[in-house]
Nanobody, 123 residues
Framework: VQLQASGGGLVQAGDSLRLSCTAS????????MGWFRQGAGKEREFVAA????????NYANSVKGRFTISRDNAKNALYLQMNSLKSEDTAVYFC?????????????????WGQGTQVTVSS
């Protein structure tokens, strides 16, 4: 397994969760990382992206100001801090490794995907 996401769970609206994703050094080094999500019956959508050195980030408008993406290159780890969760944040969250040092918000710019972790927010 090259990408492993964890940290999902069942929370109430307004709560916080922190997702983690560990990756092999080969995938993590020098590449962008991103978080995507897919709700039941919905298309997969972009959540957040971070450049290879953490210096550039991008967020979907729906999560901007509530979610924070970060990475620890020494640990080959990616994080998504999710605050003020809403019921519409309910989805399976996937971490992905990008093809480039910064891969932006297009899923086709990511070529390795983790298995996903379920986040359920009850209202």
């Amino acid at each position: 397994v090259q990408l492993q996401a964890s940290g999902g769970g069942l929370v109430q609206a307004g709560d916080s969760l922190r997702l983690s994703c560990t990756a092999s050094r080969r995938l993590f080094s020098n590449n962008a990382m991103g978080w995507f999500r897919q709700g039941a019956g919905k298309e997969r959508e972009f959540v957040a992206a971070i450049g290879w050195n953490g210096g550039r980030t991008n967020y979907a408008n729906s999560v901007k100001g509530r979610f924070t993406i970060s990475r620890d290159n020494a640990k080959n780890a990616l994080y998504l801090q999710m605050n003020s969760l809403k019921s519409e944040d309910t989805a399976v969250y996937f971490c992905a490794a990008g093809r480039f040092p910064y891969s932006g918000n297009y899923s086709h710019n990511y070529n390795y995907w983790g298995q996903g972790t379920q986040v359920t927010v009850s209202s």
